[in-house]
């Protein structure tokens, strides 16, 4: 069983920055893809960002130029940089580990984008 555990959650003013942090437990968060996403009250569960093994990248359209996602597999974590934040991206974030055979969850943290 693999664990993901979420940190860097909080209040921001419109403009400001935060970097979310994704520890995953076990040997096979190097082999697989890291996703990001986020839930904001009232709407479906969205895709942030992804980077695979190899680590290519792929961004949604509502973050591109603002949010970059990287990995340090030595420490088994993925990162989201998260600039110029809106009050749009106010939202609770999950990582997510997936593979052919498994898709894991961690449990959230909240990102309010507030003045």
């Known amino acids: 069983q693999v664990q993901l555990v979420e940190s860097g959650g909080g209040l921001v003013q419109p403009g400001g920055s935060l970097r979310l942090s994704c520890a995953a437990s076990g040997s096979i968060f190097r082999l697989n893809t890291m996703g990001w996403y986020r839930q904001a009250p009232g709407k479906q569960r969205e895709l942030v960002a992804f980077?695979?093994?190899?680590?290519?990248?792929n961004y949604a359209d509502s973050v591109k130029g603002r949010f970059t996602i990287s990995r340090d597999n030595a420490k088994n974590t993925a990162y989201l940089q998260m600039n110029s934040l809106k009050p749009e991206d106010t939202a609770v974030y999950f990582c997510n580990l997936r593979g052919l055979t498994f898709n894991y969850w961690g449990q959230g943290t909240q990102v309010t984008v507030s003045s």
């Open positions: 980077i695979t093994s190899g680590s290519i990248t």
